[in-house]
Nanobody, 123 residues
């Protein structure tokens, strides 16, 4: 089992920045690929960014490429999502997720999920 707890969400103006954190506990963190997903009201949960176990592979959704950066600190059991140049359309609940396989954008193959943190971007 892996427990995931997100933090760092909040209200920010368009053009601003936030850094989300996801703290993991339980099994060895470096054994898991991690992903960030988001869900806006009335929409499906979508992939935002992922990071491989070593951190060498970091795929991004096209909508956030160049604005968001995912990173991880295996010693601290934490994955981060730095979000810059935020837009109102980035407003959503952001979730982190973990899986024991390779990093992927496929939501269905992630085994463990956090409770989410709300990000609201005002125009």
């Amino acid at each position: 089992q892996v427990q995931l707890v997100e933090s760092g969400g909040g209200l920010v103006q368009a053009g601003g920045s936030l850094r989300l954190s996801c703290a993991a506990s339980g099994r060895t963190f470096s054994n898991f690929a991690m992903g960030w997903f988001r869900q806006a009201p009335g929409k499906e949960r979508e992939f935002v960014a992922g990071i491989s176990r070593s951190g060498s592979d970091t795929p991004y959704a096209d909508s956030v490429k160049g604005r968001f950066t995912i990173s991880r600190d295996n010693a601290k059991y934490t994955v981060y999502l730095q979000m810059n140049s935020l837009k109102p359309e980035d407003t959503a609940i952001y979730y982190c997720a973990a899986r024991t396989g390779g990093v992927t954008s496929m939501r269905s193959v992630y085994n463990y999920w956090g409770q989410g943190t709300q990000v609201t971007v005002s125009s």
